[in-house]
């Protein structure tokens, strides 16, 4: 069978649908190498949007008595203890600075690189800032004849914000 399509944007001849590479599954590969380079560059940016960095301010001034608590609910992440909010350390301390961070991760890294023994999260907060969507149109029948389907992905853009109290045991 010979389809033609009508000259189109000031063609003088008519094309087979055979020299259109979009229409003709079966012989050439479909800008299949696209969704090689979509994907990753996809995953490097999620991956890289994710940041455990940190602020770190150093507390100046005269070293209170600051309260404590007999018992509470600590958290380990990558080896660095984490207080709730409203959890005390059941012994004296010294607050050695403030630290914001994107993460739990990022406030454990700064107890690691700041000398801490501890941290004192007394806020902290996760919300959505966007929603990535993905989806496509099914349709398409390729080499078995069934019909492609459609899909759709979604997931929540969120951002997280912890602050916390740096500190060492006395």
């Not at 079966?26 to 949007?49: S, T, W």
Request: aromatic share 12%; charged share 20%; net charge neutral.
């Amino acid at each position: 069978m010979d389809l033609t399509i009508e000259p189109v944007w000031g063609r003088s001849t008519p094309r087979k649908v055979e020299d259109f590479p979009l229409q003709d599954w079966d012989r050439i590969p479909v800008r299949r190498y696209d969704m090689k380079k979509i994907i990753p560059a996809l995953l490097l940016f999620l991956l890289c949007g994710c940041s455990t960095g940190y602020n770190y301010s150093p507390y100046v001034g005269q070293q209170e008595n600051w309260s404590t608590q007999p018992g509470g609910f600590v958290k380990v992440v990558d080896g660095a203890t984490l207080y709730a909010p409203g959890q005390l350390p059941n012994r004296p301390y010294v607050v050695i600075g403030d630290v914001t961070a994107h993460s739990e991760d990022g406030v454990a890294k700064a107890v690691h690189e700041q000398h801490a023994d501890a941290a004192l999260i007394y806020y902290s907060q996760t919300y959505q800032i966007g929603t990535l969507t993905l989806g496509g149109a099914g349709g398409g029948y390729g080499r078995g004849g069934g019909g492609g389907g459609a899909f759709a992905w979604s997931t929540p853009l969120t951002h997280t914000d912890v602050n916390a109290r740096l500190i060492k045991f006395k």
